[in-house]
Nanobody, 118 residues
């Protein structure tokens, strides 16, 4: 069983920045694919960014150029640096981890951290 603990959410004005963190209880995050998803009440969960075991990254078109996904592999921690935030970025943000990126939806999930942009 893998535990993921997110932090860093909060309220910010449009144009501001936040950095989300996700600490993973695994021996080495480098062995996994990790990602950030977001979801608003009543809506489907949306993929925001992924980072694969080889370090390659992907982003949703809506966040390209504004968000950056990264890892501190010594700390087994995933980050999401969010800049130039917009009101439409308001959502609950979730961290997920799986053995492969194709398995993220059935992997382990954190409890979520709320981001509110006004």
């Amino acid at each position: 069983h893998v535990q993921l603990v997110e932090s860093g959410g909060g309220s910010v004005q449009a144009g501001g920045s936040l950095r989300l963190s996700c600490a993973a209880s695994v021996s080495a995050v480098s062995h996994y694919c990790m990602a950030w998803f977001r979801q608003a009440p009543g809506e489907e969960r949306e993929g925001v960014a992924t980072i694969d075991s080889d370090g390659s990254t992907t982003y949703a078109d809506s966040v390209k150029g504004r968000f950056t996904i990264s890892q501190d592999r010594a700390k087994n921690t995933l980050y999401l640096q969010m800049n130039s935030l917009k009101p439409e970025d308001t959502d609950m943000y979730y961290c997920t981890i799986a053995s492969a990126c194709s398995r993220l939806m059935t992997g382990w999930w954190g409890q979520g951290t709320q981001v509110t942009v006004s």
